[in-house]
């Protein structure tokens, strides 16, 4: 069995909406002099959809979120015919391959994401060909259904926030996570409203329930620095990207002040860049996305890596590729879940474009034993919301 083809085709979304929302999230670009939405570059509205087809007819269903106009361009001029004759279950050589042929300009970012798409379609093709699910071939099942956490709760009026927190809790999850809208710029009047929104959240889920906070980059060390001894009353769970992902030594250093512990990798790019997250003891927390840091083959060596460190392993964004890995791995405990909605920052546009992605029922999701690959295929139902590029 060879590879035929590679096809790649983004979708962008031409439907409904939600308009962006003052004070909505913080993010790496808010430190700039700029008017207008700083959340602008960070929205996801569309998405690449990454088929590898066999000699026989089999098809394997890959994607990415991250800049897909320049993923496609990568993969349709220098990964595809890389790939063209290749046997697809010789996962570990085409994966570097294409890591080694382009190392030049592919070790992060779009490089890394384009093989990402790839080497997932990959494994959801292998899925296929034998019958059995990808997190069978990762090894099984290592817990009986998968713990998850709603992931929503943006910056907002406190009345709604305390609403939304309210349904989480209504539809039995155990853990959620929230953002700040607040950030350096906005000085001490910023923090007092950050920690209105932890303190309206905290008081709504009890206790007994999983709080997690999320930066988005849009903090600096300083200001995390200032921060931290404040949040620590309301027990976190992690604080989630205070600083941008190059600052490794500034994640250190605010874990090392053990106040709250903290959480990244979410924009950190494979097995090596991981490394050093670890021998920096730079996180309690590893969050990278499957369609990002390289694909299901350097995404299950991640996760050796973490539990031979004892960090966890919580994807981010949910999504199917990344269940499957958190199905196979005791590092990881639980998943992200990003509620059904409309469209918003864009990670919910999954549930627009692909259909089989499991709901949670009272907080947990289930993968099932003998649906092949993912378990996902493209839906038809929204397409026509969606303006495709071949």
Known sequence: MKIKSVRTRVFEWNGKVVPPAANFCTNAADLLYERGDS???????????????TEDGSIGLGNAALAPRVVKAAIDQYYAPMLIGEDPFDTEYLWQKMYRKTHAWSRKGIGMTAISAIDIALWDLMGKEVGRPVFKLLGGRTKDKIRCYASKLYGQPLDALRAEAQSYVDQGFDAVKMRFGWGPKDGPAGMRKNLELVATVRDVIGPDRDLMCECYMGWTFEYARRMLPKLEAY?????????IADDIEGYTELRKLGHVPISGGEHEFTLAGFQQLLDRRALDVI?????????????????????????????????????????????????????????????ELFYYLFKGEPQPDNGFLQLDDHKPGLGIELSHEHIGAFDVIE
């Open 235 to 243: 027990d976190i769970r992690w604080l989630e990207e205070p600083v």
């Open 39 to 53: 959340m602008g570059s960070f929205r996801f509205h569309g998405w690449l959809v990454c088929e590898v087809e």
């Open 287 to 347: 969050q990278y996305d499957t369609n990002r840091v390289g694909g299901i083959s350097a995404a299950r060596k991640i996760n050796a890596l973490a539990e031979a460190y004892q960090i966890p392993v919580i994807p981010h964004a949910g999504q199917m590729h990344n269940y499957h890995l958190t199905m196979a791995s005791t590092a990881s405990p639980m998943a992200e879940f990003f509620p059904v909605h409309e469209v918003e920052v864009g990670n």
